[in-house]
């Protein structure tokens, strides 16, 4: 028996915001708030699933560096140019880490400067 990736936690200045900007993105919905201001989100079918929750807890410490994981997204009903229009008119922003401009994919930040890239291939649902 093998692990399973169950949940991605991902500290934050405002668990909230990126709560409202990573549902859209992935479609996802709050599961659970905690009173320290941490909350959980994913698909509207709960955890436990395919696909891993993302705990959004709240840190006020200053980001220092760039992290060493970042997440990678696939449309899954549109072709990449479209999805780069919808993630960037819900608040993504480009990023440069380095790239070349060759690259089959898109970096971009979330509204609080967390990378993720927009990768080319569009996946089915889980």
């Keep these: 028996m093998a692990c399973r990736i169950s949940e991605l936690v991902l ?32 698909p509207p079918s709960g955890s436990g699933g395919p696909q891993p929750t993302i705990i959004l807890s709240p840190n006020e410490q200053p980001q220092t560096g760039q992290p060493r ?8 009903d549109r072709d ?25 994919w898109h970096v971009l930040q979330d509204p609080e400067g967390n990378v993720f890239c927009l990768l080319r291939a569009r996946i089915s649902p889980v």
């Design 80 to 104: 990449q140019d479209a999805e780069l229009e919808r993630l960037l008119s819900l608040g993504a922003r480009p990023a440069d880490i380095g790239q070349t401009g060759e690259e089959s």
């Design 69 to 76: 994981l970042h997440i990678d997204v696939n449309a899954t």
């Design 11 to 42: 500290e934050c200045r405002d668990p909230e915001l990126l709560a409202r900007f990573w549902c859209e993105v992935l479609d996802f919905v709050v599961l659970d708030r905690d009173d320290d201001g941490s909350m959980e989100i994913g």
